[in-house]
């Protein structure tokens, strides 16, 4: 895969895997076994027919890939670039051993890089049906919902916060890794098939689900809140200034342009030497970030080992080698003041790891008197999120011991009609996962709301040859709706779900 | 019933419009904002987020008053720095805002107390007016007290006189009522009245510490509202962070209220100190430009700059 040379790359918010050639994805594609039980499938998150999608390309039917992966997934530009693969996908592809597995995620990202260059988008005929669905949050889950509930023939409306869509799409993944300009298109896309995105509404504020059922009329809403409200540790010294979350450093940088301040109002005050505080993708992404913005030195101060390191594995080599300084096996101890309030250095101890804990990794314990300082003049934590507290102090929906909203299999919440999905219902996760969850929710939606529904989305542009029904396509029927009179449904609704 | 739609950005529809416009001084200045829905929704101590346009920041400020029948809400903001004082040249009525965003954080309990105090400094001034009103409407006896540095900058005055059983000024150099700070009113207050239930403070963080040390010694139970520097206000940055009783709290999600005897205020004070050298440099920047600007007659002023459709 080419990439941008590393020294070139810290200079820049260029992408820094460029994409694949045409040559390099054919041949790619020559060196998958077409699996009989393929184990890829199983190990996606939303099941993509992966060995049928590579050989659409190996027969260069382009648009025949990309009608594959869109069947359900709806973002493939977007996954293909920030899927944790070798935890999914790849990680369990045969050809693995011992050679490079398939390369999975870049031939899905070509397809869908391809689909944005031919503007191609499966906008499949939808026949409205009434109902109204909102959704709350912009990101992937949110996404994946409207999508889904649009082709079924609601009228869906997106809520987001912030004055621009796409939840971490936006504001987190920086733009060399995920630029801006893919969202957007991806966005377009989810336009073109009907569902309204407003922007600067904070749902439970502005309004609250409750009155979204009552006042609004929807007949089903998703939360797709997002985990938000970054952890701190509660050691001496955070509140100094030059302490940051990294979701504040990556929102001033990518959502508000701090990078291009003045032109841009939004202040960044970035460090000389700066400390990221975890080893995530949110860290990667902050310390990548800080070295673009000029930082001079940037460390990454982490408790446990690379092995144990919850980020992609390109993310950290990439970040290797644009010369991040990683303090492996290290935790900060205390933050230091330079006695005008602001950072000077930090305080660790280095850790050896001892027996597993209960999520099975090596619990790292403090060795004695290891204690050192270093100086530095910003610190930035990415250790994780909380829940954010929004939704629950504005709603009665049930939230569990953690503060993240409660949901049974099928995704539901306490109140009837609210399903939730993404990080809000299982903690900080990944974008496809997120995704995932806003599909099966849409799928239960649908069943609450009486829409038929099947697994096949769409299939393709119906052709001539293709059996027609009153003039719709076959494999488009599954559009229909069983019509339920609307007062009917929601009379009947204990009784649908007793 | 339909909803109706807030306007949007980038739906090809125009900002959030200013539809009223008041100057109060050369620093402080009123916009009334079309908002319907937000109107409906505001409660005494809630605040919003605005980009006033596209390359702007979010600034939080407090909503100060809002009124349901015209569907708007009033925001008071005194120019300080870069965008407030591009806010107090471009905002005029009719002209639009990029992004207005709330109401924003939990609202003020308003507590079954039979006797209040309410104190407004400087700009506070606006925000604890919709606690003295609602206070008032639920029954209780408010004492309000405002300070100012002298008589000309006093504004709403008819309005807390209206609300107010008590209501008494304080100037700086004393050109009108008390001369001192706030604190000398509520120490005159509490003279007078021994069943003082609770004091709300709002205004610059050294305003509400003295108020809150002034309470403490007197035993009245003391809110504040804070005012950290803030980015998004839905708490997912964390930017906004303030210890109150020895942990963290984001004031954007958490508050704006907390109770003014844990408060961490030299902490707060510390904090908003974080972007002073960009301050500075952003608003010489500003300045120089709107000098050169006024000093070319042939180049007009952006007409419309604060529109989400002009610019870049
Ligand atoms: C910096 C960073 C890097 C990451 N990198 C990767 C990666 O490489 N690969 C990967 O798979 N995953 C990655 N992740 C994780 C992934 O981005 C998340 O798991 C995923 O985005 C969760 O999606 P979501 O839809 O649940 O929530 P979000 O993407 O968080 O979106 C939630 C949206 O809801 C909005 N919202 C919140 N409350 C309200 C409200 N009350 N009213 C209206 N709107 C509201 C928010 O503003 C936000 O836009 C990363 C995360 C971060 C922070
Ligand atoms: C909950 C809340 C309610 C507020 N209500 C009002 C109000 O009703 N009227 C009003 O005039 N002001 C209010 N403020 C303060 C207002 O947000 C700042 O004055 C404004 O952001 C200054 O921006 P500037 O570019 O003009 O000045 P700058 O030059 O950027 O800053 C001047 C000072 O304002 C503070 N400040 C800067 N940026 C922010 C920020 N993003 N958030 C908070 N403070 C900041 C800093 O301490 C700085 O020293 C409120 C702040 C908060 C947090
Ligand atoms: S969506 Fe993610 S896990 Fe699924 S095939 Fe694509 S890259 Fe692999
Ligand atoms: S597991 Fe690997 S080899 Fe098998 S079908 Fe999937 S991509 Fe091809
Ligand atoms: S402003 Fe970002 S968390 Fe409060």
Redo the contacts with the bound molecule.
């Keep these: 895969m080419p990439i941008q040379d590393a020294m070139e790359r810290v200079g820049n918010f260029d992408e820094v895997t460029y994409g694949y050639s045409v040559e390099d994805t054919l041949r790619e594609c020559e060196r998958c076994l077409y699996c009989p039980e393929p184990a890829c499938i199983a190990s996606?998150?939303?099941a993509?027919d992966?060995p049928g999608f590579i050989e659409k390309i190996s027969a260069k039917d382009y648009r025949g890939a990309y009608d594959v992966i869109s069947e359900t997934?709806l973002l493939p530009a977007i996954?293909?670039r920030v899927?944790p693969?070798e935890d999914?996908?790849?990680g369990v592809c045969p050809v693995g051993d011992p050679l490079k597995p398939v390369a999975?995620?870049r031939l899905?990202r070509w397809v869908g890089d391809l689909a944005i260059a031919e503007n191609w988008v499966n906008v499949p005929y939808i026949e409205p049906n009434g109902f109204k669905i909102g959704i709350v949050g912009s990101g992937p889950a949110g996404i994946a919902c409207a999508a889904e509930m649009a082709k079924a023939g609601c009228d869906v409306t997106i809520y987001e916060a912030l004055h621009l869509p796409g939840g971490v799409l936006r504001y987190g993944i920086p733009d060399f890794r995920l630029p801006n300009s893919v969202v957007d298109q991806e966005i377009e896309n989810l336009k073109k098939l009907g569902v309204k995105i407003e922007c600067n509404v904070l749902i439970g504020r502005l309004f609250t689900i409750q009155q979204m059922v009552d006042e609004f009329g929807y007949d089903a809403i998703f939360i797709g809140t997002g985990a938000g409200y970054p952890k701190f540790m509660g050691i001496e010294g955070e509140s100094l200034n030059g302490v940051v979350s990294a979701n504040e450093l990556l929102t001033r940088c990518n959502l508000m342009h701090a990078g291009e301040f003045p032109a841009y109002d939004t202040p960044l005050h970035l460090g000389k030497r700066v400390a990221i505080i975890g080893a995530g993708n949110t860290a990667m992404d902050a310390m990548r970030v800080a070295l673009r913005q000029g930082a001079e030195k940037v460390y990454c101060v982490y408790r446990r080992t690379k092995a144990e390191s919850p980020a992609r594995a390109e993310e950290i080599d990439h970040a290797e080698e644009e010369g991040v300084d990683f303090q492996w096996l290290t935790a900060p101890v205390e933050i230091l003041d330079d006695g005008d309030g602001n950072v000077r250095a930090m305080r660790c101890i280095r850790m050896e790891l001892g027996e597993p804990d209960d999520s099975g990794r090596r619990r790292p314990v403090p060795i004695e008197d290891s204690d050192y300082e270093f100086e530095t003049d910003m610190v930035v934590y990415a250790i994780g999120t909380n829940a954010n507290p929004i939704i629950g102090q504005t709603s009665k929906i049930k939230l569990n011991e953690w503060g993240y909203v409660e949901v049974d299999d099928n995704l539901a919440t306490s109140m009837a009609g609210v399903y939730a999905g993404g990080d809000i219902v299982t903690g900080a996760a990944t974008v496809?996962l997120a995704m995932g969850l806003g599909r099966r929710a849409a799928h239960n939606m649908k069943a609450y709301l009486g829409i038929r529904d099947t697994n096949i989305v769409y299939a393709g542009h119906p052709t001539e040859t293709d059996e027609t029904l009153f003039g719709i396509a076959a494999n488009e029927r599954n559009f229909h709706r069983v019509r339920l009179a609307k007062d009917i449904t929601s009379s009947t609704e204990e009784e649908i779900h007793a | 019933m339909d909803i109706p739609r807030p306007n949007q950005v980038g739906t090809g529809e125009p900002g959030f419009e200013v539809v009223a416009r008041q100057d109060f001084s050369d620093t402080t200045f009123l916009l009334e904002i079309e908002h319907p829905l937000m109107a409906n929704a505001a409660r005494p101590g809630q605040f919003v987020i605005v980009i006033p346009d596209e390359h702007g920041e979010r600034i939080p400020l407090t909503i100060a008053d809002f009124d349901r029948d015209q569907g708007t809400v009033t925001l008071v903001i005194q120019a300080v720095g870069k965008t407030s004082k591009e806010m107090q040249r471009v905002c005029q009525t009719g002209s639009a805002l990029f992004s207005v965003t709330g109401p924003m954080g939990v609202p003020s309990h308003i507590t079954d107390a039979k006797k209040v105090i309410c104190v407004g400094g400087g700009l506070g001034v606006a925000p604890v007016f919709p606690q003295a009103r609602a206070h008032k409407e639920n029954g209780a006896y408010v004492i309000g007290i405002v300070g100012f540095r002298s008589k000309d900058l006093v504004f709403w005055d008819d309005k807390f006189e209206k609300y107010c059983d008590e209501f008494i000024v304080c100037t700086d150099d004393g050109s009108r009522g008390i001369k001192g700070l706030v604190t000398k009113g509520i120490e005159a207050a509490a003279e007078k009245h021994a069943d003082i239930d609770e004091l709300i403070a709002i205004g610059p963080p050294i305003m509400m510490k003295a108020c809150a040390e002034t309470t403490r010694t007197l035993g009245i139970k003391t809110m504040v509202s804070l005012n950290p520097i803030m980015v998004d206000g839905t708490g997912m940055c964390g930017g906004c962070r303030v210890k109150v009783g020895g942990s963290i709290k984001f004031a954007c999600v958490d508050g704006p209220d907390f109770d003014g005897h844990a408060v961490d205020f030299d902490d707060l004070m510390n904090r908003l100190q974080r972007f002073k050298e960009d301050e500075k440099v952003a608003l010489e920047r500003w300045t120089e430009s709107c000098r050169r600007l006024d000093q070319s007659p042939l180049e007009p002023l952006p007409p419309d700059k604060a529109s989400p459709r002009a610019g870049a």
């Design positions: 996606c998150p939303v993509i992966i997934n996954c293909g899927c693969q999914q996908c790849e999975i995620g899905e496809i």
